[in-house]
């Protein structure tokens, strides 16, 4: 069996072959640009390559003669361009390889031997052929019997009578005609056909689905076929990317062009092992114990320094990671010799595949529209495709989908990209339209099937767009069954099992998951309280534990202002992640870890020096530098910084703040004696004796009233023994703002802690001054009563917790904040609209008096 250019290259002889359009793509990627003009601004675009061959074999197979029209007088010079790019591939192709059109002529010259080297030539199914081979057939049927099985009963205008046709048998198969809801539905339709032609007994190999846009059904269509484990064949291929295969070769992709930073390297790795990889895949899972999943490793020094402990204890596993992200470091420029090395098996053809398709840098692109074999024997499988690939293979029940007026027949242009028809002139690229050709498709598939014909449309687009019925369905209503399906319905043969399900609505309502799914989705617009609200047994083991916890500002806020979130991080263990990845500038929150890790070490210094009672602007300003240099070298090893003039502008700002924070500390009491980073209510380490502290780290302390044991650390702590004062103060990055009340809603509690936390620790009789200084703020905000303000959170906490206890585990106004970690809990309305609009009434009802304590009106 030969293709067209099969029998010119067997007649030619000489072991020669036509150029594969694969090796026209790659002889292209590199273009003549001093050959081109006005081709040259659009020569160095990915998908130039691809274009051209395409046009030039669209001018072999027209039989145009490109150095002939180039040479005529007049004539455009888009066909001297065209011929410089046909001597450029020319110049490429190994030996023995040859254009099209000289395969042609040299088969010409040999078709006297074509009863030796061929004997009688069939030309099975073919619906036509180009201009380039009709001469050779002519020159063929003069030594030989041409015979030819046609997909009509028309005979070829350019070969009257030269050769023998042999007409399509008219069939008469029972037509039907379904209209569904959208693409969707339309493919799952299809396969619930093919399966209950299978369970009648039919073999697969007498079923076909086919369409002409392929491209809007693949994906339905090959993920519903491997869930019912149906036996399909695509006979245009599967898609790179659904193979494990494919998946390696982006994987490689992505890093090799985005940087192997963590996550990219974890997926190659990851991939390599689902594909297989004798290589890769064969690492270990554990390979990546060790590395901080959020740690940002976007450089080879970064990479080495986090391999450390993989070296110790396999060497050669560490220094296999390391080769690869060294070899990914280069970027596209060694994409051949990275592929070559690290890939294997169908991945490695993949990607030299790709790489002809377009330039390396291109690579995920080419990827994306690469097609591989997917392996099944089209004899014993159902045969998903084109309609023009099923016309190769007649069978017995045919289902085509799409038959929409934007589908079928197709309406793109014709017009080819680089030889459009301004420039052909009289000359003909395609004799035959894309709308003839489809029409043509659909006329032959209806001739040639023998039993069953179904044909389908979409009532609308994938885009919920209506559809109107193709022109060609009138043409099929003739003798045919017209029906509407809707997705509703059901089926009484379920492709699979969730199909079954869904298509028996009384199973499915019985279902425990289903039955829970709807009760959360009708639990959000009610307006009473249930237990997707937060309705648990009193005294839940989760939520005691919880409370038995030391608490921190932080977890004291969360529970005074939106106890879902309390439970979900303290009960439930919830951690939101935070991968680090690269930054052009900080965030806020990075910005404010940065100036407190600052303020921490100037502070820490300071102390050491005795020097937190002086305010020499210079000493200052040396020991934030110095702070500075050591912050900032901790930063560069283990987080991602901006670039460099971004992130010395960024170090600039936090000095200067950190300075003035430092200087505004207030008026020194006399024989002051000062403390920096003061903990309290955590677990005694070693090394916790080294600084000077007013008491042990490990000081249990709770909130006055309450069982509620606290934790914490004091960023700065002025003591003047002599007085019984104490000067507490919180640096606070963020910018500075009006506070309206001392716990303002529950938001602000460190002052009223720390108040607390002085006064059980160095005694009631101290008089406590505790503030917040904001950044680029004039002085502390101060509380105004201390000790009401200790009485108040004392009052809302045992509130809080009596509602906890009693299980009434609900939100509160923190939820509509848009920082809460919990807000993915919450209904798609938003969880504004949960509170406000929907649950306020219940929610008041039951925490009415903890809000009324904590200052918060509606």
Not at 733 to 745: F, P
Not at 769 to 796: F, M
């Amino acid at each position: 069996m030969l293709s067209l250019a099969g029998v010119a290259a067997r007649l030619a002889g000489g072991f020669g072959r036509a150029v594969a359009a694969s090796e026209v793509r790659r002889a292209l990627q590199a273009p003549p640009l001093a050959e081109l003009d006005d081709l040259k601004r659009v020569a160095g675009l990915p998908g130039f390559a691809r274009a051209a061959a395409g046009t030039l074999q669209a001018a072999w197979d027209a039989d145009l003669d490109l150095a002939a029209r180039a040479a005529t007088p007049g004539a455009d010079a888009r066909w001297a361009e065209l011929v410089a790019l046909e001597r450029h591939v020319r110049a490429q192709l190994p030996a023995g390889t040859l254009l099209p059109r000289e395969l042609v002529a040299a088969a010409r010259a040999r078709a006297h031997l074509a009863p030796r080297l061929l004997g009688d030539l069939t030309l099975e199914r073919l619906d036509d052929v180009p201009p380039l081979y009709r001469e050779l057939l002519l020159d063929i049927a003069e030594h030989v019997r041409v015979v030819w099985h046609r997909l009509d009963d028309a005979e070829p205008a350019w070969a009257p009578g030269a050769f023998d046709r042999v007409p399509a048998v008219e069939r008469a198969p029972a037509r039907e005609l379904v209209s569904c809801a959208d693409p969707a539905h339309e493919a799952l339709e299809a396969l619930r056909w093919v399966r209950s032609l299978l369970a009648s007994g039919v073999p697969a190999s007498d079923i076909a689905v086919g369409a002409v846009d392929v491209a809007s059904y693949d994906d339905v269509v090959h993920t519903q076929a491997a869930a019912a484990e149906l036996p399909l064949h695509a006979a245009h291929g599967v898609a790179a990317l659904t193979t494990p295969a494919g998946q390696f070769a982006a994987a490689l992709a992505d890093a090799l062009l985005a940087g192997p930073d963590q996550a990219r390297v974890r997926r190659v790795i990851a991939t390599a092992r689902a594909a297989g990889d004798e290589g890769l895949g064969a690492l270990p899972e554990a390979w990546c114990a060790d590395l901080d999943p959020d740690a940002a490793l976007d450089g080879v020094p970064r990479w080495r320094r986090a391999l450390e402990p993989l070296a110790e204890s396999a060497p050669q596993l560490a220094e296999v990671v390391l080769r690869l992200v060294m070899d990914l470091s280069v970027g596209p420029a060694a994409a051949n010799t990275v592929g070559e090395r690290w890939l294997s098996g169908a991945a490695k053809q993949a990607w030299r595949h790709a790489l002809t398709e377009g330039p390396a840098a291109a690579l995920p692109a080419s990827l994306q529209r690469l097609r591989l074999d997917d392996g099944v024997d089209p004899a014993t499988a159902v045969v998903w495709g084109s309609a023009g690939a099923l016309l190769g293979w007649p069978r017995a029940h045919v289902r085509l989908l799409g038959l929409s007026a934007r589908s079928w027949p197709r309406r793109g242009s014709d017009e080819d990209p680089l030889l459009p028809r301004r420039v052909l002139g009289d000359e003909v690229l395609t004799e035959r339209t894309l709308a003839r050709r489809d029409t043509e498709h659909l006329l032959a598939l209806l001739r040639s099937t023998t039993t069953t014909l179904v044909a389908s449309r979409p009532r609308r687009g994938s885009d919920g767009r209506q559809q109107s019925p193709s022109p060609l369905w009138r043409t099929l209503l003739t003798g045919a069954t017209e029906r509407e399906v809707t997705p509703r319905e059901g089926t009484q043969h379920a492709l699979h099992e969730a199909d079954r399900r869904a298509s028996r609505r009384r199973e499915l309502a019985a279902d425990p998951a289903m039955q829970r799914a709807r009760a959360a989705f009708q639990a959000a617009f009610a307006l009473e309280l249930g237990p997707h609200d937060g309705l648990v047994r009193p005294r839940h083991p989760a939520v005691t534990r919880a409370l038995q916890r030391r608490h921190s500002a932080t977890s004291l806020r969360k529970l005074l202002r939106n106890p879902h979130g309390f439970v979900a991080t303290y009960a439930l263990g919830w951690t939101q992640p935070r991968p680090q990845r690269r930054v052009l500038a900080l965030e806020p929150v990075d910005r404010g870890s940065l100036l407190h890790e600052l303020l921490e070490d100037a502070l820490t210094e300071l102390q050491r020096r005795g020097a937190l009672t002086e305010h020499d602007e210079a000493r200052l300003h040396e020991v934030v530098e110095a702070a500075c240099g050591r912050v900032a070298e901790r930063w560069e090893l283990e987080r991602p910084v901006p670039p460099p003039l971004a992130w010395q502008a960024e170090l600039k700002r936090a000095r200067r703040v950190a300075v003035e924070m430092l200087a505004l500390a207030g008026e020194p009491y006399p024989g002051q004696r000062s403390y920096a980073e003061l903990p309290f209510g955590f677990e005694a380490r070693a090394g916790d004796g080294d600084a000077p502290r007013l008491w042990p780290p490990d000081a249990e302390v709770t909130l006055p009233g309450t069982d509620l044991r606290l934790r914490g650390v004091i960023d700065r702590l002025d003591l003047d023994e002599a007085n019984r004062r104490v000067r507490v103060i919180d640096y606070k990055s963020g910018k500075d703002r009006e506070l309206k009340s001392d716990l303002e809603g529950g938001e602000e509690l460190q002052r009223t802690i720390y108040t607390a936390v002085v006064k059980q620790l160095l005694g009631a009789e101290y008089t406590v001054e505790a503030g917040l200084l904001y950044a680029g703020a004039s002085a502390p905000r101060t509380l105004t009563d201390p000790d009401a303000s200790v009485r108040q959170l004392a009052d809302a906490v045992n509130e809080a917790v009596g509602l906890l206890e009693r299980g009434r585990v609900l939100p509160g106004p923190g939820v509509t904040s848009p920082y809460e970690e919990t807000l993915l809990a919450y209904p798609a309305t938003g969880a504004h609209y949960y509170y406000e609009r929907v649950k306020r009434q219940a929610i008041d009802a039951e925490r009415g008096e903890l809000d009324r304590l904590l200052g918060i009106t509606a």
